[in-house]
């Protein structure tokens, strides 16, 4: 997502989805999967949800890794309303 400040374009972060688009189960899933799928491949963390990424070995690439880790998993929680929160505590990976 871009904003523009004073006319200079910069990338926004993420900050939560809208409330009508978390993720409250079955009866809204597919919508709120493709709009997770948006907001995730906008922040570069869509690999994550695809498919297993390895930790790298490389101390530098590793703490990049798990910042992103735990990027993806701030989106994925923010956007599920607190009774799905609760079944996800204590995954490891998004």
Same mark, same amino acid.
């Given at each position: $997502?871009?904003?523009?400040? #004073?006319?200079? %374009?910069? %990338? $926004?972060?993420?900050?939560? #989805?809208? #409330?009508?688009? =978390?993720?409250?189960?079955?009866?809204?899933?597919?919508?709120?999967? !493709? $709009? $997770? !799928?948006?907001? @995730?491949d906008d922040n570069g963390l869509k690999e994550f949800v695809d =498919? *297993?990424?390895?930790?790298?070995? *490389?101390?530098?690439?590793?703490? =990049?890794?798990?910042? %992103?880790?735990?990027?993806?998993?701030?989106?994925? @929680?923010e956007g599920a309303r607190d009774h799905i929160v609760s079944s @996800?505590?204590? %995954? =490891?990976?998004?």
């Amino acid at each position: $997502m871009q904003q523009c400040f #004073l006319g200079v %374009k910069t %990338k $926004m972060s993420f900050t939560g #989805l809208r #409330l009508e688009y =978390a993720l409250e189960g079955s009866t809204n899933y597919i919508a709120w999967k !493709e $709009m $997770m !799928e948006v907001v @995730l491949d906008d922040n570069g963390l869509k690999e994550f949800v695809d =498919a *297993d990424v390895p930790k790298p070995t *490389d101390a530098a690439e590793a703490e =990049a890794w798990q910042k %992103k880790i735990a990027k993806c998993r701030r989106i994925l @929680l923010e956007g599920a309303r607190d009774h799905i929160v609760s079944s @996800l505590h204590g %995954k =490891a990976t998004p």
